[in-house]
């Protein structure tokens, strides 16, 4: 089931009047796999999909820079996601996203790092990419 279908943006905090096309945007997608029965039993109960919008300046990818809005925005759980990203200087190739969690004192902050989408994984987002 689509839980969500939109576009997401960075904020840009210090220049809260500046021109979006110098903001980073990606279409999201954020799929719920846990209502469609055992179908995705093997997958994450959900799936984020990301697909960087055109302009923007920064080069930075969305799990990076909006992954804790968006799981606090939609009440999500790292370790319930299957992130997939794709890349515009890698056109074509989906990625995962793998989340390893840093503690600093009473935070948890996660660092991020790539892997190519396995092919179950690509068969489950199919429908929705």
């Known amino acids: 089931m689509l839980?969500?279908?939109?576009?997401?943006?960075?904020e840009r905090k210090g220049d809260p009047?500046?021109?979006p096309a110098h903001a980073c945007a990606w279409r999201l997608k954020i799929i719920d796999f846990s209502s469609g029965g055992a179908r995705h039993a093997y997958i994450r109960p959900y799936a984020v999909l990301a697909f960087r919008k055109e302009?923007?300046?920064?080069?930075s990818s969305c799990a990076e820079s909006l992954g804790n809005r968006i799981c606090k925005d939609f009440g999500l759980n790292v370790d319930d996601i299957l992130?997939?990203?794709a890349f515009p200087d890698?056109?074509?190739?989906?990625y995962v996203a793998v989340f390893t969690p840093r503690y600093q004192e009473m935070m948890i902050d996660y660092t991020v790092s790539w892997?190519?989408?396995?092919e179950n994984e690509q068969a489950a987002v199919a429908p929705w990419c």
């Open 3 to 10: 839980v969500f279908d939109g576009n997401y943006m960075l």
């Open 17 to 19: 009047g500046a021109n």
């Open 55 to 59: 302009g923007g300046i920064f080069k």
């Open 83 to 85: 992130w997939v990203e």
């Open 90 to 94: 890698l056109p074509g190739a989906l």
């Open 115 to 118: 892997r190519p989408i396995l």
